[in-house]
């Protein structure tokens, strides 16, 4: 499988990755690689804040359209600091909750909020 680099940096123009916008750029360009049977490295280099509603936007909903087990094999990380680690963990593991069960979670959040 052949694959490419993804520099998030060199993408948003900002060492900044905050905002749910910049965060679907990154999942378009994720999102065409795959389709084009590419592995992508994901480089985090120079990125000095990074946020779960970017994440959730490049990354989490890769899981509405891949298996964890294509995205595992799929998607690798360059340059991300360990704490950036554990943000990306929560974010995935949210994700794969999510879109598991998606219909009976929006239901749940529905109800939550009186939106029946």
Do not use: P
């Not at 490049?58 to 087990?69: E, F, N, R």
């Amino acid at each position: 499988m052949s694959e490419i680099t993804l520099k998030i940096f060199q993408v948003i123009g900002s060492d900044v990755a905050v905002s749910s916008d910049k965060g679907d750029e990154i999942f378009k360009q994720i999102d065409k690689a795959l389709q084009n049977k590419l592995s992508v490295n994901i480089d985090f280099k120079d990125i000095k804040i990074l946020t779960t509603a970017f994440l959730n936007a490049a990354i989490g909903q890769l899981y509405s359209k891949y298996t964890s087990k294509k995205l595992k094999k799929s998607l690798g990380l360059l340059n991300i600091s360990d704490s950036d680690k554990l943000l990306l963990k929560k974010v995935t593991d949210r994700a794969k909750e999510y879109f598991a069960d998606k219909k009976n979670i929006d239901n749940i959040i529905k109800e939550s909020l009186g939106d029946e």
